[in-house]
């Protein structure tokens, strides 16, 4: 069994010598088990966390532990009655080739599957988290504004062509002319704006010239700042996640802003709600399910996948995701 685990806790952006690539005799299952063997691994920004120490709404990756992720794997040896070998399940198998499992939390894949990578992305956790977000807490309305950020990353894409699907404008944000010529052009985005221009905010007010009715939250940070001012009268705000301040060291600089924030929310009768995907699978992953799996069959909702070949690749393509070095879902293939 070749893994990953985790080596150093990181201050700041993580470095390869954070991780540590170990092998290990494979395990074999007891009565009651499964072996799986790991074939697709996914990275995810949320990864970072649970590097750092102390629980966030998970807790953290033990020094020495492997690393957590989501994995499409397939069964190969099985002591357990509800699986087989052959059969192919979504699960969190870690940053490692094989994974000794007691079937709890296992997701069958269906037999006639056949990019399974895609339950890693559109048809798995990121694509369950944007329709939640923007149906159950943005609920958009046709001809409603929606904006997104990050708008090219997998959370990002699904959000703004469910908008669309929905009626609404869809107004994406990404780092780079590059990203939001694919958001447009790629994706139906109705208009992109880079946030790493210097007239970001000017171009976000001339993109918004109606207001902003959701603001789909993955970012934080400077991209947070030039919305809100857009943002209109009972406008809503998924804040799904804050990528720009995973990697940060220390608080934001500047002056604190959250009066100024607090007094805007209260004002214009915003409501901005968190969340986090996994306490809202027994609820609602089955309702995700039945909608978006035709919008995908019929290519109607779609995102670019990058597929790292190898585990030992895992360790810099996440430091290379959080670096922005992506466009779309980032998957590793366990060629090992
Ligand atoms: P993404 O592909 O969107 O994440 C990587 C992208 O984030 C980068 O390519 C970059 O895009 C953007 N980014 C990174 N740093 C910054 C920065 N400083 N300022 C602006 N943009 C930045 O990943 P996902 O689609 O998987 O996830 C999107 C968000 O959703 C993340 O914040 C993630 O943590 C969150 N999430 C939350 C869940 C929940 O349960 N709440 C579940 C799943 C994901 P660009 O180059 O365009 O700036």
């Given at each position: 069994n070749r893994r990953i685990v985790l080596q150093a806790r990181p201050t700041g952006t993580p470095v390869p010598a954070d991780f540590l690539l170990q092998e290990v005799p494979i395990p074999r299952p007891a009565e009651g088990q499964l072996l799986?063997?790991?074939?697709?691994?996914?990275?995810?920004?949320?990864?970072?966390?649970?590097?750092?120490?102390?629980?966030s709404y998970a807790p953290a990756?033990?020094?020495?532990?492997v690393m957590v992720g989501g994995t499409v794997s397939e069964v190969i040896e099985s002591r357990h009655p509800r699986f087989k070998p052959g059969d192919r399940v979504v699960t969190q198998g870690g940053?490692?080739?094989?994974?000794?499992?007691?079937?709890?939390?296992?997701?069958l894949l269906p037999a006639d599957m056949t990019h399974i990578s895609l339950a890693l992305s559109l048809l798995g956790m990121p694509g369950f988290t944007a329709w939640y977000g923007l149906l159950r807490i943005g609920e958009?309305?046709?001809?409603?504004?929606?904006v997104v950020a990050s708008a090219t990353g997998t959370v990002g894409a699904v959000v703004g062509q469910l908008a669309k699907r929905k009626g609404s404008r869809a107004i994406g944000i990404a780092g780079g002319a590059e990203k939001c010529r694919i958001a447009v052009e790629e994706l139906g985005f109705d208009a992109c704006i880079d946030h790493r221009s210097p007239d970001f905010a000017g171009q976000l007010a001339a993109a918004t010239p109606e207001g902003i009715d959701v603001y789909f939250e993955n970012v934080?940070?400077?991209?947070?700042?030039?919305?809100?001012?857009?943002?209109?009268?009972?406008?809503?705000?998924p804040l799904c996640g804050l990528i720009a301040q995973y990697n940060s060291k220390g608080l934001y600089p500047g002056p604190d802003r959250l009066p100024r924030v607090m007094g805007q929310l209260l004002a214009r009768r915003i409501k901005i709600?968190?969340?986090?995907?996994?306490?809202?699978?027994?609820?609602d992953?089955?309702?995700?399910?039945?909608?978006?799996?035709?919008?995908v069959a019929h290519g109607h909702i779609r995102v670019?996948?990058?597929?790292?070949?190898g585990l030992s690749q895992a360790p810099q393509g996440l430091i290379d995701l959080l670096d922005s070095r992506f466009t779309g879902k980032v998957v590793v293939q366990l060629t090992d």
């Open positions: 799986l063997k790991n074939l697709y691994l996914s990275l995810d920004p949320y990864m970072r966390g649970r590097m750092n120490e102390g629980p990756v033990e020094l020495g532990a940053w490692q080739t094989h994974t000794l499992s007691d079937g709890t939390g296992l997701g958009p309305r046709p001809g409603d504004t929606v934080g940070g400077a991209v947070f700042d030039a919305v809100l001012p857009r943002l209109n009268i009972g406008a809503r705000v709600q968190g969340f986090i995907i996994s306490d809202h699978y027994a609820d992953y089955a309702n995700f399910m039945r909608e978006m799996s035709p919008e670019r996948e990058n597929v790292l070949q």
